[in-house]
Antibody, heavy 114, light 106 residues
Framework: EVQLVESGGGLVHPGGSLRLSCAAS????????MHWVRQVTGKGPEWVSV???????YYADSVKGRFTLSRENAKNSVYLQMNSLRAGDTAVYYC????????WGQGTTVIVSS | SYELTQPSSVSVSPGQTAKITCSGD??????ARWFQQKPGQAPVLLIY???ERPSGIPERFSGSSSGTTVTLTISGAQVEDEADYYC?????????FGGGTKLTVL
């Protein structure tokens, strides 16, 4: 079964940092781009970032310079390092398989609040 | 920047046909996808390349496209189809999403 499991969310103060992890299983992880998409409750999702199979990364303007996406193929995992967090980063963060965003994890919740 | 526009809500009775539209300039040149989201559950891909259905998705879910509008049709909607539905597309490396449509079946 293809599965993505996110972890690392939580409550953090503005200006703080969090590292989200996504563990993949059930498919050839190294052959797929991996994305992060976030969603504020009651709103449409927002694309955040992608890492290609060669490790190339792209970011939404809203997070560029603050978020860093990396992958570790040996562990079938991707990591989203989030620094200088703001209240506007509060959302559920989903790890999503490339190939047209065809498989989504359950999400992990990030709350940025003082 | 690209935008995708969906109605905020659609309501049907069980057994009726529900149609959810998604409009945006990007759809004239890029394929659309649809996913279903139920509370507390991972989103599930329903339709890709405007009209294709992944394996395991019931046949009552179908997609169509015309110009800058795509439509998700649920033929014979069931109570368990009550959920939020989102369209999305990729004008470039980034993906854009509609605001979502809440489908009520009662």
């Amino acid at each position: 079964e293809v599965q993505l499991v996110e972890s690392g969310g939580g409550l953090v103060h503005p200006g703080g940092s969090l590292r989200l992890s996504c563990a993949a299983s059930g498919f050839t992880f190294s052959s797929h781009d991996m994305h992060w998409v976030r969603q504020v409750t009651g709103k449409g999702p927002e694309w955040v970032s992608v890492i290609g199979t060669a490790g190339d990364t792209y970011y939404a303007d809203s997070v560029k310079g603050r978020f860093t996406l990396s992958r570790e193929n040996a562990k079938n995992s991707v990591y989203l390092q989030m620094n200088s967090l703001r209240a506007g980063d509060t959302a559920v963060y989903y790890c999503v398989r490339g190939n047209g965003l065809d498989v989504w994890g359950q999400g992990t919740t990030v709350i940025v609040s003082s | 920047s690209y935008e995708l526009t969906q109605p905020s809500s659609v309501s049907v009775s069980p057994g009726q046909t529900a149609k959810i539209t998604c409009s945006g300039d990007v759809l004239a040149k890029k394929y659309a996808r649809w996913f279903q989201q139920k509370p507390g559950q991972a989103p599930v891909l329903l339709i890709y390349k405007d009209t294709e259905r992944p394996s395991g998705i019931p046949e009552r879910f179908s997609g169509s496209s015309s110009g800058t509008t795509v439509t998700l049709t649920i033929s014979g909607a069931q109570v368990e189809d009550e959920a939020d539905y989102y369209c999305y597309s990729a004008p470039d490396i980034q993906w854009v999403f509609g605001g979502g449509t809440k489908l009520t079946v009662l």
